[in-house]
Every structure is written in C-alpha cells, then in structure tokens.
C-alpha cells in the first residue's frame, strides 16, 4: 500500500504541471497577441494619419510625431515621388488644366497677333499715285479694303 | 490674340476676326461662313432658288418675306434716301444691260451686245411693303440687285453676332464692320489696297468702332464691244458711270453709310464728291483718280497711320 501512494503522488503532480504549463501558455499567448494587435493598430493609424498630413499639407499633431518617430518606417506604403510632388507643391499653385481635344484650333481659324503701333512718332511722306508706304515699325494690317474681290 | 476666319461667300474673299485672350470664344468664328451661305441663299439674284429671285420673277404680287430681306430692303431704303438717289437696288436692268448678267466669276470679260440706257427708271418708292407680316410687292418690270448693300448689311450682321465675344471686325469683299478697339485699347490696322500695284498698299487706316468700305471700278470690269464697262451704275444715265476716280475709301460711323458714301462719291466723281463728303461730318473719304492722284476729305488723316 505505502508503495502505491508516492507513485499516485507523482502522478497528481504531473497533472499539476501540465496545467500551470498550460495556464502560462495561455497567458503568453493573450498576451502575444495582445502585443500584435496593438502594433497593427498603431500601423494603421500611422498610415492613416501619414496620408491626411501629406494630402492636407498642415503639420502634424506633437502626439503623431511621436508616433511616427516609434515606428520603423513604410517604404513601400507611400510612393515617395507622388508625396514629394504633393507636398512640394504650394497650396496656391494652380492645378495644371489639360485642354480637351475638342477645343484645340480648328482647321481654317487662322491665329495671328496684332503689332502694337510703335507710339506715332515716326513720320513718312505721302507720295500720290500710291506705293507700298510699309515702315519697320509700322503695324501689321489685319485685313485690307478695296473694291469687292 | 487675333483668331480669323477666312472664306468665300458672295463672289467675295471674306473675314471674320475676333480678339480674344482664350480660344473658346474665337470658335464661334466657324458659324460665320454659315450666316453667310444662309444670307446668300436669301439674297443672292445669281441663285433662282434663292427669295430674291423669286421676288424678282413675279412682281405685282405681295409676298411674305423673311426678316432677312426686309431688313437688307429698309438697308436699301435708308441708302437710297442718304444718297438722294445714286445708290439704289432698282438698276438691275441697267447693269443687265452694260453686260453684268451673270455672276463675276462666270462672266465673260469680252461681250458683244448694245448697252441700253432707255430703260425705265425706278425707285424703291415704287416698291409696296409692310413690316407686319413681313411683305414686299414689286412694280411690274422691277428687279432688285442689293450687290453692296446686302455685304455691307452681312458684315455688320456678322460683326455685332461676334461682338459678344470680344472686339470683332469683320471683311465682306472691302466692307468692313468693326464693333470696338482691340482687347488693349489699340485700333485695328486696316490696309487699303492699291488697285494700280497689287499687293501694295494705298495706306494704313487705324480704325476703333467703325464702318470702311471701298467703291470701285478697278476690279469689276469687263469689255462691251471694245469699251471698258463695270458694275457702278450711275442711276441718272442708267449706264456704267462716267467719273474721274478710280475707287472711294470712306470711313463711317456703320459700315452700310461707308459703302453707300463710298459709292455715292464714286458715282458724283472727284470734285462733287469731296463736296459731298465735306458736307457729312460723320464722313472721312478718300479718293483714287484715275491720273494717278490721291485726293482726301479734311477728315481722313486723322485716321491714317503717322
């Protein structure tokens, strides 16, 4: 009888054992996953938050900056030469407006710019009988009179 | 920036310009050639379809017209009342018989028939019309050519359609519409074209709000049985008229009293007609003798490039 009990002893010890192991498995793993799940959120808000600073070009709040400065950057999340051209850009600056191809010159609308008349200080002799009286500084006609052709 | 259109409507170059900072306005130039193929289908006497022709084959009836042909008809009315007569869309005959029957393009340059000047004579007094509903009756052996008038009437047509675009000008074949200075308060430069030297010009005119036109016997001429005839017809005579000047430039406060002026100091020859232009203080004209000389009304150099 009395070489039973020790025998029967250890065994209960043994089951002892598993399930501290187990509880402390369990506990590790809580805590583990606890730990993941902690940094995926704080990632999600450090491209949350990344993105709406460099859309909106206002600086970052003290609470992110600390948050940006705890993380291992995100290389490939934000392309580096989209993010540079946004935040690059002064806020004033005009967007660039293509033109749509129905609103370049049409075939026969000829575009031509005016000269501007030099001020009238040149002066030139009229001769009668007509001639080509043309200066340097004369402006080009935009169109000409004569009898109906 | 100047955008242009340039076409042929009438028998005429046209063109149709538009200063404006951005393209979008200017594309309303590309209707222009249509206003015109629609005012020719309306007026022209060389198109049997057209309303003009209909109203000149059948005349002692009252027909109801367009908005278009009574518009360009009142034209008429107001040129041959400002002229006292010498521009007037009632010589047709006249100009049908000097050998002015069909278009320019098509016309023989040498003809061989008896010009006429017993023909009857008419004013558009004769002409019975009302406003509402729009009607006009001819007088038995009447026909109407509106020739000028109905250019100068299509320019300013198309330069006030423009006008609400940006400052406009617009050519009919030396009729010239303009609605205002350029965008930078500059006039418009305008060429006149010298008839003795092609290519050369006569004169720079700089024009703001204005009409321009040219009258002449340089260009629309042809040969009847070896005399030289063209398409001005003195109504007094009822031939081609006899006068000293080649061609008549004058500048107007509309391009419709340019064109009438311009015809009107053609027709009355170098002397009367500066006379007649003095007379007018909304007038500057300047005439081309056939000796060569250049001869202006006091008004005119205000207008020329110095």
Same mark, same amino acid.
């Given at each position: 009888?009395?070489?039973?009990?020790?025998?029967?002893?250890?065994?209960?010890?043994?089951?002892?054992?598993?399930?501290?192991?187990?509880?402390?498995?369990?506990?590790?793993?809580?805590?583990?996953?606890?730990?993941?799940?902690?940094?995926?959120?704080?990632?999600?808000?450090?491209?949350?938050?990344?993105?709406?600073?460099?859309?909106?070009?206002?600086?970052?709040?003290?609470?992110?900056?600390?948050?940006?400065?705890?993380?291992?950057?995100?290389?490939?999340?934000?392309?580096?030469?989209?993010?540079?051209?946004?935040?690059?850009?002064?806020?004033?600056?005009?967007?660039?407006?293509?033109?749509?191809?129905?609103?370049?010159?049409?075939?026969?609308?000829?575009?031509?710019?005016?000269?501007?008349?030099?001020?009238?200080?040149?002066?030139?002799?009229?001769?009668?009988?007509?001639?080509?009286?043309?200066?340097?500084?004369?402006?080009?006609?935009?169109?000409?009179?004569?009898?109906?052709? | 920036?100047?955008? %242009?259109?340039?076409?042929?409507?009438?028998?005429?170059?046209?063109?149709?310009?538009?200063?404006?900072?951005?393209?979008?306005?200017?594309?309303?130039?590309? %209707?222009?050639?249509?206003?015109?193929?629609?005012?020719?289908?309306?007026?022209?006497?060389?198109?049997?379809?057209?309303?003009?022709?209909?109203?000149?084959?059948?005349?002692?009836?009252?027909?109801?017209?367009?908005?278009?042909?009574?518009?360009?008809?009142?034209?008429?009315?107001?040129?041959?009342?400002?002229?006292?007569?010498?521009?007037?869309?009632?010589?047709?005959?006249?100009?049908?018989?000097?050998?002015?029957?069909?278009?320019?393009?098509?016309?023989?340059?040498?003809?061989?028939?008896?010009?006429?000047?017993?023909?009857?004579?008419?004013?558009?007094?004769?002409?019975?019309?009302?406003?509402?509903?729009?009607?006009?009756?001819?007088?038995?052996?009447?026909?109407?050519?509106?020739?000028?008038?109905?250019?100068?009437?299509?320019?300013?047509?198309?330069?006030?359609?423009?006008?609400?675009?940006?400052?406009?000008?617009?050519?009919?074949?030396?009729?010239?519409?303009?609605?205002?200075?350029?965008?930078?308060?500059?006039?418009?430069?305008?060429?006149?074209?010298?008839?003795?030297?092609?290519?050369?010009?006569?004169?720079?005119?700089?024009?703001?709000?204005?009409?321009?036109?040219?009258?002449?016997?340089?260009?629309?001429?042809?040969?009847?049985?070896?005399?030289?005839?063209?398409?001005?017809?003195?109504?007094?005579?009822?031939?081609?008229?006899?006068?000293?000047?080649?061609?008549?430039?004058?500048?107007?406060?509309?391009?419709? %009293?340019?064109?009438?002026?311009?015809?009107?100091?053609?027709?009355?020859?170098?002397?009367?007609?500066?006379?007649?232009?003095?007379?007018?203080?909304?007038?500057?004209?300047?005439?081309?003798?056939?000796?060569?000389?250049?001869?202006?009304?006091?008004?005119?150099?205000?207008?020329?490039?110095?």
């Amino acid at each position: 009888m009395q070489n039973n009990q020790p025998s029967k002893r250890k065994s209960l010890f043994d089951m002892r054992d598993v399930k501290r192991l187990i509880f402390v498995l369990a506990i590790s793993s809580t805590l583990g996953f606890w730990a993941l799940f902690s940094s995926k959120l704080n990632l999600s808000s450090f491209v949350a938050a990344s993105n709406s600073v460099t859309a909106s070009s206002t600086p970052p709040s003290q609470a992110q900056e600390l948050l940006v400065l705890d993380l291992p950057p995100l290389p490939t999340l934000i392309p580096t030469a989209a993010a540079l051209t946004m935040t690059d850009k002064p806020a004033s600056a005009p967007a660039p407006v293509q033109k749509p191809i129905g609103s370049l010159p049409a075939q026969g609308v000829v575009v031509s710019a005016p000269q501007a008349p030099a001020g009238g200080n040149t002066r030139f002799s009229r001769s009668s009988g007509g001639g080509n009286q043309s200066r340097s500084n004369q402006p080009a006609a935009v169109t000409s009179t004569g009898s109906s052709q | 920036m100047i955008y %242009k259109q340039e076409f042929r409507a009438m028998g005429c170059h046209m063109l149709a310009a538009l200063d404006s900072a951005s393209f979008e306005p200017a594309q309303e130039l590309e %209707k222009v050639p249509d206003w015109f193929e629609q005012w020719e289908a309306v007026l022209s006497r060389f198109r049997p379809e057209s309303e003009l022709s209909r109203l000149n084959i059948s005349p002692e009836i009252s027909h109801p017209v367009s908005e278009t042909m009574l518009s360009v008809f009142q034209a008429a009315v107001q040129a041959e009342r400002e002229s006292r007569g010498l521009v007037t869309p009632t010589v047709l005959e006249a100009l049908v018989s000097a050998g002015y029957e069909t278009s320019f393009d098509s016309l023989p340059r040498a003809q061989y028939a008896p010009a006429t000047s017993d023909l009857p004579r008419f004013t558009l007094a004769e002409v019975a019309w009302t406003v509402t509903p729009p009607s006009l009756r001819l007088p038995a052996g009447l026909r109407l050519d509106f020739g000028g008038i109905a250019k100068g009437w299509a320019a300013q047509q198309a330069m006030q359609r423009l006008a609400a675009f940006g400052p406009a000008l617009v050519n009919a074949g030396g009729d010239i519409a303009i609605s205002g200075p350029l965008l930078d308060g500059e006039p418009w430069p305008v060429d006149i074209r010298d008839p003795f030297h092609p290519g050369e010009s006569l004169g720079l005119l700089m024009l703001g709000r204005c009409g321009v036109a040219t009258s002449g016997q340089d260009y629309r001429r042809w040969q009847q049985n070896d005399a030289w005839h063209h398409h001005i017809i003195d109504p007094r005579s009822g031939l081609p008229a006899e006068t000293d000047v080649i061609s008549a430039s004058v500048i107007a406060p509309t391009v419709l %009293k340019a064109e009438t002026a311009a015809k009107c100091a053609l027709i009355l020859g170098s002397s009367a007609g500066l006379d007649w232009l003095e007379a007018r203080p909304s007038l500057a004209g300047m005439l081309l003798l056939k000796d060569g000389r250049l001869v202006y009304s006091s008004r005119f150099m205000q207008y020329l490039w110095s």
